[in-house]
């Protein structure tokens, strides 16, 4: 709603992929790479989830334009095992490392019939789902791990420590639509605590602590010294630590609080890590059957009795598949904030702004 | 407290191990199943998850006896790719498959690096920390996806459907604690929300729907054909869907609703599937700086200031590793309650009680 009101334009997908991907090759990365990371920004804008799209490209350009992020990566895979491999992203875009590390998961998991490969020395990657979107599309299941910087205290700690880390699995059905679970170990988004601390608003138990370590439902208290909490408390915390141990420890990349953040970390690289595993869906039984299952299961689900307040039964992923559609069809909005600052950075670089471009 | 009012004996853990094989020999398991049942059993009771432990064996004993679990499965490991196998556990007791197929998982990945191991045909498996308990214990990381009977909805549903399916991670550290998480998808206990209803008290908002589907903190509403919610809202729902698809679907076990309560459905097998993964620690590095490397995020984690009310940070598993060094030192608590069904037990299998045992 409030979203609606402020859209200053609607754009293609494809346009706003060449434009995004325009501005990062102004920026100096080559033609593969820019276009890579502009359609793992769009993908989130197609999906609905806008946190994780074209509104991160100023603090991505400010990154590689500080030198902060390798331009030209040699991003060494190595084969480490029969179904593991170990990617050195050598400080690449998170999404040009991302897509080339899952690449090799799907090459081992189609040639092997499972593949595990783990990242080091990477990037912030947008929305985790791109990873193992890419799996389903080739036909497979996939699982993402990551860890990121500091923003979450470990159970029992009052400052931020573990990162918001999205999980991310995807596992494709036949007719019925695929499953694509992509959660953030958080609750709260940053942005809606600043909305609450305006208005005046509480926050609900259970997701905050102040500066003292004492939970709190005052956004005042959160932004003055607090932190968030994980999502589903202990457990939450838990996973946030697998996250680390995971994505960071195993890998080879920064953990336990030294990844670091991409909108305030500016003296070093990130040094994310990921893993991801992919599985042949077929391992088990012949793929008809397998998706024939899946779609059983999903039939099934749908059909049972609802709770007070819904019209229907989702499958993970299925709301954002449908915005998809929408968007891929109508185009993207883009609020008036995200518009504006995109045609400044193509003012900046001498290229064509993107409101040129829509009336072309 | 209430716990420690109602304790009857305190057994050594190797004399109840051997009572309760012997209970299982005289249902008719032959020695070794028998031990690994009880092992499993006694292990959760170390460990401090009593819920998972010996309480168990009544309901346990009433399957075989009535014929619901094979005593002599044959249980078929067939290795299905280079770093996967199918476990097909032929309707053996859980913990019986569920040793079986992690031995196989440890061996796959022992020997190439990676190892995966779907299950069918499998039982009620106790706790999930046993079965990764057992990869850390030959050095490798490990993780447990299972499925189980019904118990809470789909998001936006609200009659039980997906199982309360513990999800379980093991990664092994070098001085520090190794991390074991073990974390059911609900929150509540049944127990207790029988207690609180005859307390007259309100369990905490958000975990419990009524039987028109209706949010409620009321535990009559709850227990009068209402239904549990997962942890953690939408995100705890989504993880409930993947342990149905990763246990069930995938492995060719029970799924969707249809696998088999342990405690109410006596007219079939339950058909559980569960899903297990190991991993060597030292694909990407040494083992010792793997380990060494664990043990920094540890130490990190420990020393982060603290929240209210907390005296000490605590890795996920540490709380029980701790119960399980007392344990194994002083002896296992048994309530009065499974002291006496324990023994009734005995007695109608006509060997000698615990009692005497302890005396002895």
Known sequence: ???????????????????????????GLPEEGAMQVAACLVRANLRGVDTHGVFRVPTYLKRIRQGLNNRHPNIVVSQVAHAASQVDGDNGMGAVVGTRAMAEAIRLACETGT??????????YGMAAY???????AGLIGMAFTNASPASPPWGGRKPFFGTSPLAFAVPAGEQPPFVLDMAMSVLARGNVYVAAQRGEMIPPGLALDSSGRPTTDPRALIDGGTMLPFGGVKGAGLSMLMDILGGVFSGASFGGEVGNPHATFDRPQNVGHLFICLRPDLYMPLDTFKARMDELIVRMKAQPRAEGF???????????R????????????TADVFDKLNQEAGASGIAPIEARRAA
Do not use: C, T
Not at 1 to 27: C, I, N, P, T, Y
Not at 131 to 137: D, F, H, P, T
Not at 311 to 321: F, M, N, S
């Open 115 to 124: 593949g595990v490969v783990a990242i080091k020395h990477s990037n912030h």
């Open 131 to 137: 990873y193992v979107l890419q799996a389903l599309e």
């Open 1 to 27: 709603m409030s979203e609606q009101a402020s859209v200053a334009a609607v754009v293609e997908a494809g346009m706003l992929r060449r434009f995004v991907g325009d501005l990062f090759v102004a920026a």
């Open 311 to 321: 019209d229907e039964i989702l499958v993970p992923g299925e709301r954002e598949a």
């Open 323 to 334: 915005r998809e559609r929408e968007r891929r069809a109508s185009g993207i909005p883009l």
